[in-house]
């Protein structure tokens, strides 16, 4: 009996230790999956800066794949065709990230479009979820943050809904699920309330930080160091938003492929530049 107890609390320890190990790897690519919420994080920098402070040493590099209107769906990637063709470019997306693991960061469209699109979201996101796997992907899933100056009837419920059912799958399908647990502040949004400015998306930063990567944060968020590695990591940022979203998509890929095709030979030559601005993060984090 007693021999028992002892296994039974070794084990009891080791499963904690195992929970409390950050969710993020030495030398992970991160893609960063979403809407609004999440390719307007490349304005500052903010939200990298914040986790590779943390860990220089650990050399991750982050491909944000937000894009604007999005949902899980797909709907605001889909050009010319219907909504599946913007589901089938989500997965293109991130096949052209090429990442270890995906931060999947959908629920904000859906709260704010009110009850249709948040009846869909469950069923879209165990689809999503399904594509990745055949992937072969790690899947971490953040629920989404209420912005106040959202004015939908009912937006509060939906947006607890939308984190609810995220939980729901998330604890179905075995898949970290991580809520910041921050309500932003009226200095830490847009001026119509409903992004986080600058200081909101450090604040964001921060309050998952611990559970994606552990660790201490950066000291002197107003260094010019600091400074320097916001800029640089936007700079990445803009770069690989060239190469995976080139504004002169039809003529490279599309129906008018036939007058500057020839050009897309171009566009996996960013490849090595933003390597090369990864590189550049690394140094400026650990300085």
């Not at 304005?43 to 220089?56: I, V, Y």
């Not at 979201?121 to 999503?128: D, H, T, V, Y």
């Amino acid at each position: 009996m007693r021999f028992t107890l002892i296994c039974l609390l070794v084990c009891f320890c080791a499963a904690s230790a195992v929970s409390d190990e950050p969710l993020l790897q030495p030398n992970d690519r991160i893609a960063i999956l979403g809407g609004t919420f999440v390719e307007r994080m490349q304005t500052s920098g903010d939200f990298e800066a914040e986790l590779q402070c943390r860990r220089p040493e650990w050399k991750l590099s982050f491909r944000n794949i937000g894009w604007s209107g999005d949902d899980v769906h797909g709907i605001g990637r889909k050009r010319f065709d219907g909504p599946e063709d913007g589901f089938q470019r989500i997965l293109r997306d991130v096949e052209t990230a090429n990442p270890t693991v995906v931060l999947v960061t959908y629920g904000f469209s859906e709260a704010s479009d009110g009850k249709p699109a948040v009846d869909r979201f469950g069923p879209g996101l165990k689809r999503l979820l399904e594509e990745l796997e055949k992937q072969k992907r790690r899947v971490i899933l953040l629920t989404p943050v209420a912005m106040p100056g959202f004015r939908v009837p009912g937006y509060d419920q939906w947006i607890s809904e939308c984190g609810s059912i995220i939980d729901r799958i998330g604890n179905e399908r075995k898949i970290p699920v991580v809520s910041a647990g921050w309500v932003p502040t009226k200095r830490e949004l847009t001026h119509d309330r409903l992004l986080p400015n600058t200081n909101g998306y450090a604040k964001y930063a921060a309050a998952i930080a611990d559970t994606l990567v552990g660790g201490k944060g950066c000291e002197t968020p107003d260094s010019h160091d600091y400074t320097t590695l916001k800029q640089l990591i936007s700079r990445k940022d803009q770069l690989f938003f060239y190469r995976y979203r080139p504004q002169n998509e039809t003529y490279l890929f599309l129906f008018r492929k036939h007058e500057q095709g020839n050009n897309a030979v171009e566009i996996p030559q960013f490849d090595p530049l933003i390597q090369t601005a990864d590189e550049a993060i690394w140094q400026a984090a650990g300085s």
